[in-house]
């Protein structure tokens, strides 16, 4: 009996789900999907883009460990410490004259000194730009004196009213309601939806909110992705971290300036949610291939987001304007809205090249389903049900009533004629470039009202022609990897021809007596010295928005 109970006891397994097994389940669990995620962000990037980012990463290391040698880190405090003085001089005006309102006033003022004090505020910083005498970038999309009595009167006789409260302000959901549909069809997309928000930050984060929500409703993906171009706006990276969403950033082709759709494709994943291309971009003025990038969604049913948020009420009358076919070859127009298949929503700013008041911009989306993704319901507030549309609660309607009273004062032909007139003053200068400024190339082959241009001769740094140029009043970008650029409105159009004289003075200053020490020269070239270049004018950046609020 001893026997047979010894051999049943030999061929007893232990059991298939012992804690053993399930530490070993759990590690190949954890070892698989990181490795997982490790194929798809090296399949996203390649293995020379990897090995810079590692090399990157272990070059910040080392170099911030250099930096805290005693001796260095006094030096680079000392250095940084005045930087930021400089920047909060810039910004905060100084002086035993400088009268600063800290706490209400005892007895209210009255509207004549209300009126004294701003003027004062106005001019006690010197050396600020005045958007007024045109050499700007971009900035200040003004419709001209005119209009902006329209927009004061809108204004005025909706000051209080909040879209949050329909039935307290009709008129108000009204018009946003018909800012919308108007948007939609410049956009060829009339059966669409869409929100207003407050600018095209908020209109691009509410888009990622959208595909986010969407992703995990109907496909259940909880780690989504996203896979935009270089250009793109900052906007998606700052939505992204807000969400919690992984970035993939995709390299742009150096001669088309346009993002590589194969780059694209190879970043594709079972969670991506979204693809992102431009019409046009922030930095160079040039747009993606839209085409190419709704092929991808709709072949991997996926959503496509067309920044046009610049291009906004630019790129929609290029066609008519007669001005989509470019010139010998250059700035040619192609497919961005609606009409190309797999384009699901498109951001577009009313107060930039639709001169509406600052602070409105249109989401619009393919459809009124996707939409709903966007909002926010909650029924069991103990306030009552609460719902909004996008990221604000309140809101204020009076830019809504600014923003239709622009768009009926201006009307089509309107919007048509400042089309054609901004756009052929980029195209003057982009060409004055090329054809004169042999020291210069323009960035790709903008379409719109963007001109951005970098240098080709050994001698000169294009970021001293830019701080050359603010020399001679001009306020324009820099932009990284070093390059300039200018946003043309109807304040450039009368200013066409100094700006060139202006540059190609600036170019033989940059050649023959560079200061180096101009804000751009500094600033960026902090940027690109070593690998925490980045990590310092991030420091630097921080100090700005600290003295925004330094009363």
């Not at 908020?202 to 595909?211: D, H, Q």
């Not at 939505?239 to 969403?245: N, P, S, T, V």
């Not at 001669?255 to 019409?279: H, M, Q």
């Not at 050359?468 to 970008?477: D, F, K, Y």
């Amino acid at each position: 009996m001893s026997t047979i109970r010894t051999r049943a006891q030999a061929v007893i397994k232990p059991p298939l789900l012992s804690f053993d097994n399930a530490k070993t389940l759990l590690f190949l669990y954890v070892v698989l999907t990181r490795a997982i995620k490790v194929q798809r962000h090296l399949r996203a990037r390649g293995i020379l883009a990897s090995v810079r980012e590692l090399y990157t990463w272990v070059a910040q290391h080392f170099i911030s460990l250099f930096l805290r040698i005693p001796s260095m880190a006094a030096k680079v405090e000392t250095e940084m410490n005045r930087a930021k003085l400089d920047i909060e001089n810039q910004l905060v005006p100084k002086g035993a004259d400088v009268v600063r309102h800290l706490s209400l006033p005892d007895q209210g003022k009255s509207l004549e000194w209300i009126i004294s004090q701003m003027e004062i505020m106005d001019n006690e910083l010197s050396g600020h730009s005045n958007w007024k005498n045109g050499k700007i970038s971009g900035a200040v999309y003004h419709g001209g004196d005119e209009l902006e009595s329209v927009i004061v009167q809108a204004y005025q006789r909706y000051c209080v009213s909040n879209p949050l409260h329909p039935a307290v302000f009709p008129a108000i959901r009204k018009m946003e309601a018909e800012i919308v549909a108007m948007c939609l069809k410049l956009y060829n997309n009339p059966n669409g939806a869409g929100t207003m928000t407050s600018g095209g930050t908020e209109s691009i984060i509410m888009a990622l909110k959208t595909y986010r929500d969407w992703a995990r409703t109907v496909k259940g993906i909880t780690e989504p992705e996203i896979v935009i171009p270089s250009t793109a706006h900052a906007a998606f990276d700052k939505g992204a971290a807000y969400f919690k969403i992984k970035v993939h950033t995709i390299s742009i082709d150096p001669v088309t300036c346009k993002v590589d759709i194969k780059r694209v494709k190879r970043a594709i994943n079972p969670n991506t949610i979204l693809l992102v291309g431009s019409a046009i971009n922030f930095p160079d003025g040039n747009q993606d291939d839209i085409t190419a990038l709704g092929k991808l969604a709709s072949y991997y049913k996926i959503g496509l987001h067309v920044d046009c948020c610049l291009g906004s009420f630019i790129m929609p009358y290029l066609e008519r304007a007669g001005l989509a076919h470019g010139e010998d070859g250059k700035y040619k127009l192609f497919p961005f809205d609606f009409r190309v298949p797999g384009v699901t929503s498109i951001s577009c700013d009313t107060h930039k090249y639709g001169f509406a008041p600052k602070g409105t911009s249109v989401i619009m989306y393919r459809d009124a389903e996707l939409r709903k993704h966007q909002y926010y319901v909650n029924p069991h507030w103990s306030g009552g049900v609460y719902a909004s549309p996008s990221l604000s609660g309140s809101r204020p309607g009076a830019l809504i009533a600014g923003t239709w009273a622009v768009m009926q004062y201006i009307g089509d032909e309107g919007y048509l004629e400042s089309c054609r007139s901004i756009v052929s003053t980029a195209r003057k200068i982009a060409n004055a470039i090329s054809e004169s400024i042999p020291e210069l190339y323009i960035l790709g082959s903008p379409p719109a009202s963007v001109v951005a241009f970098a240098s080709k001769h050994p001698k000169v740094n294009v970021l001293e022609v830019g701080d050359a140029m603010a020399e001679r009043g001009w306020h324009l970008n820099a932009l990284s990897p070093p390059a300039v650029h200018i946003a043309c409105t109807r304040l450039t159009v009368s200013m066409v021809d100094t700006f060139i004289a202006d540059l190609k003075d600036a170019v033989k200053q940059a050649k023959t007596t560079p200061s180096g020490k101009g804000t751009m020269v500094a600033l960026y070239g902090l940027g690109q010295s070593s690998a925490v270049g980045p990590s310092m004018v991030g420091q630097l950046a921080e100090t700005f928005l600290d003295s925004l609020y330094k009363a």
